[in-house]
């Protein structure tokens, strides 16, 4: 049984590791106070956004378990492509109803101590709303006992991520941490996981 397990720990581990790496590269690599401020704020937003996408996912993923152990080929299909459509329209609806007032948010929420940063607001949220379908292709992954698919996709992510945080965050800040992160998302979960699921 921890054999078995051994690949999802593994891939799980990883995902932690992308949720936190990037404040601790931001914090190590970036000397204005403030920037890292404004980076740990809007990240705590974008992590809680990809947190509920997660959770919507997971009733789903465990009927797409389901049918992929029982052989159901023809509801697996409709299901994954309905629930891809419900996770986009959730994540773009919460972005979409975000956006318009996230400047007065962010002024109440920081007491007007910190600037609202608007490109890195705007990356990180859209980012979250892009990969949001992706996230259907985790799910099924982990319950289809995908588990040697989702380590090497997860480590991927976090190679690509932390080669492109070195390239970018010296440059562009935070900002290069935020296109790291979406970018790192799309190269790997929906170049590689979601196109591998989707094939099969």
Same mark, same amino acid.
């Given at each position: 049984?921890?054999?078995?397990?051994?690949?999802?720990?593994?891939?799980?581990?990883?995902?932690?590791?992308?949720?936190?790496?990037?404040?601790?590269?931001?914090?190590?690599?970036?000397?204005?106070?403030?920037?890292?401020?404004?980076?740990?704020?809007?990240?705590?937003?974008?992590?809680?956004?990809?947190?509920?996408?997660?959770?919507?996912?997971?009733?789903?993923?465990?009927?797409?378990?389901?049918?992929?152990?029982?052989?159901?080929?023809?509801?697996?299909?409709?299901?994954?492509?309905?629930?891809?459509?419900?996770?986009?329209?959730?994540?773009?609806?919460?972005?979409?109803?975000?956006?318009?007032?996230?400047?007065?948010?962010?002024?109440?929420?920081?007491?007007?101590?910190?600037?609202?940063?608007?490109?890195?607001?705007?990356?990180?949220?859209?980012? +979250? /709303? !892009?990969?949001? @379908?992706? #996230?259907?292709? $985790? &799910?099924? *992954?982990?319950?289809?006992?995908?588990?040697? =698919? %989702?380590?090497?996709?997860?480590?991927?992510?976090?190679?690509?991520?932390?080669?492109? +945080? /070195? !390239?970018?965050? @010296?440059? #562009?800040?935070? $900002? &290069?941490? *935020?296109?790291?992160?979406?970018?790192?998302? =799309? %190269?790997?979960?929906?170049?590689?996981?979601?196109?591998?699921?989707?094939?099969?």
């Amino acid at each position: 049984q921890l054999r078995l397990a051994l690949p999802f720990a593994v891939a799980n581990l990883t995902e932690i590791a992308l949720a936190n790496a990037p404040m601790l590269l931001v914090s190590a690599m970036v000397a204005d106070r403030v920037a890292v401020a404004q980076w740990g704020l809007i990240r705590v937003i974008s992590g809680f956004l990809r947190g509920v996408c997660i959770q919507m996912t997971l009733p789903i993923g465990a009927e797409l378990g389901h049918d992929f152990a029982i052989g159901d080929v023809v509801r697996l299909r409709g299901l994954y492509a309905y629930g891809s459509l419900f996770i986009t329209a959730m994540a773009s609806l919460i972005v979409g109803g975000l956006l318009p007032f996230w400047s007065d948010f962010f002024a109440l929420w920081t007491h007007d101590s910190i600037p609202n940063d608007a490109a890195l607001t705007f990356t990180l949220l859209i980012g +979250s /709303a !892009v990969v949001a @379908p992706s #996230l259907m292709a $985790l &799910g099924l *992954a982990n319950h289809s006992n995908r588990g040697y =698919l %989702l380590v090497r996709t997860k480590g991927v992510q976090l190679g690509v991520f932390l080669v492109l +945080s /070195a !390239v970018l965050i @010296p440059w #562009l800040g935070p $900002l &290069g941490a *935020a296109i790291a992160i979406v970018a790192s998302d =799309l %190269l790997t979960q929906f170049g590689i996981l979601t196109l591998v699921i989707v094939r099969q």
